[in-house]
């Protein structure tokens, strides 16, 4: 069964630092262009970052520019979002998702083609 399940999810406080990470199972992260996306209370989901898979270049969104940092790890079949500097509009339910004949976009950051979602996980950032 392919699917995606993104973990590292919590409470931080401002200024904190967390790492999400989205494990692949069923199929190859190196083979798929993975973005993550976030979801906050009452609005809708928007991209964070990109990584294509020839390159592995990047894509950010403006917001996190700077602060995040999407990287792949092929050994261990798993995506990372290193998330420095957390604001509390950065809290959100952040997925996962992969493209196999997908793109990264631009304006807005995103993926085209999305096959395969993760279920998600809450990043919580409070005082």
């Known amino acids: 069964q392919l699917q995606l399940v993104e973990s590292g999810g919590g409470l931080v406080q401002p200024g904190g630092s967390l790492r999400l990470s989205c494990a692949a199972s069923?199929?190859?992260?190196?083979?798929?262009?993975i973005g993550w996306f976030r979801q906050a209370p009452g609005k809708e989901r928007e991209g964070v970052s990109c990584i294509e898979t020839i390159g592995d270049s990047t894509n950010y969104a403006d917001s996190v520019k700077g602060r995040f940092t999407i990287s792949r790890d092929n050994a261990k079949n798993t995506i990372y979002l290193q998330m420095n500097s957390l604001k509390p509009e950065d809290t959100a339910v952040y997925y996962c998702a992969a493209a196999f004949l997908g793109h990264c976009t631009k304006v807005p950051v995103g993926v085209f083609g999305v096959n395969y979602w993760g279920k998600g996980t809450l990043v919580t950032v409070s005082s």
């Open positions: 069923g199929f190859t992260l190196g083979d798929a262009v």
